[in-house]
């Protein structure tokens, strides 16, 4: 699976947006990009994920550049309750089925200010 | 019960002393996980299973060992805890296989283990 790289730290002002930048240069043709975040002491919680065009969703968007070589989630309108960390994993399907084992490396601790 | 179960929240274990850490889901997924999260290191896959009757080893797979009887339930032993088994556990679970549309896991709150 593609390695993913991650700024270690991010600050963002109350209801302005958060650009969260994951950079995943060797990812092949047939790997996802996901996000997951992780609030303090709670279990990961999906975000989003995207092929090649970009997503959107109750939650957050999803911007995959043309070459697919990086990525950023956008959370448009940055509340004190989105300060988690946030991973960037990018994973293949696999055709025949079986398990989507995903990798977490050590994402990007977003701080949101009041 | 609404997505995933874990129980206990939280335990203080004795050094040699043999635990399962439980774990269902009710959302008929096929695919389930456990991970282990230690500061620094980040979530780590201790062992999966695709469907039931099923296991496969993870990243980090000595001291435990899981079992797949049915499609709900996914528990994580420890035959004799040791210290370095303390962490926070996590068990999550996955729709995928063939002809499915991956979206990724469901986690459940996970289970705080120290071995003294």
């Known amino acids: 699976d593609a390695k993913t790289t991650q700024p270690p730290s991010m600050d963002c002002a109350e209801g302005r947006a958060a650009n969260l930048p994951c950079n995943h240069s060797?990812?092949?043709?047939?790997?996802?990009v996901y996000w997951y975040r992780q609030i303090h002491s709670q279990g990961p919680q999906y975000i989003i994920h995207?092929?090649?065009n970009n997503e959107t969703n109750e939650m957050a968007s999803l911007i995959i550049t043309e070459d697919r070589k990086s990525s950023t989630l956008i959370l448009p309108h940055a509340t004190l309750r989105d300060t988690a960390v946030y991973y960037c994993?990018?994973?293949?399907?696999?055709?025949?089925?079986?398990?989507?084992?995903?990798?977490f490396g050590k994402g990007t601790k977003l701080t949101v200010n009041p | 019960i609404a997505g995933i179960t874990q129980a206990p929240t939280s335990q203080i274990l004795a050094a040699g002393r043999r635990m399962t850490l439980r774990c269902t889901q009710d959302?008929?997924?096929?695919?389930m996980y456990w991970y282990r999260q230690d500061l620094g290191l980040g979530l780590r896959l201790i062992h999966y299973?695709?469907?039931?009757?099923?296991?496969g080893k993870g990243e980090v797979p000595d001291g435990y060992s899981v079992s797949r009887a049915n499609t709900d339930d996914f528990p994580l032993t420890l035959a004799s805890a040791v210290p370095s088994q303390t962490s926070v556990y996590f068990c999550?679970?996955?729709?995928?296989?063939?002809?499915?549309?991956?979206?990724?896991?469901?986690f459940g709150s996970g289970t705080r283990l120290t071995v003294v």
């Open positions: 999550a679970s996955s729709d995928s296989g063939l002809g499915r549309v991956f979206y990724g896991y469901t």
């Open positions: 060797t990812i092949s043709g047939n790997e996802y």
């Open positions: 995207g092929l090649k």
């Open positions: 994993i990018v994973r293949g399907h696999h055709p025949q089925g079986g398990s989507e084992k995903l990798v």
């Open positions: 959302m008929r997924h096929n695919a």
């Open positions: 299973s695709n469907t039931a009757g099923t296991t």
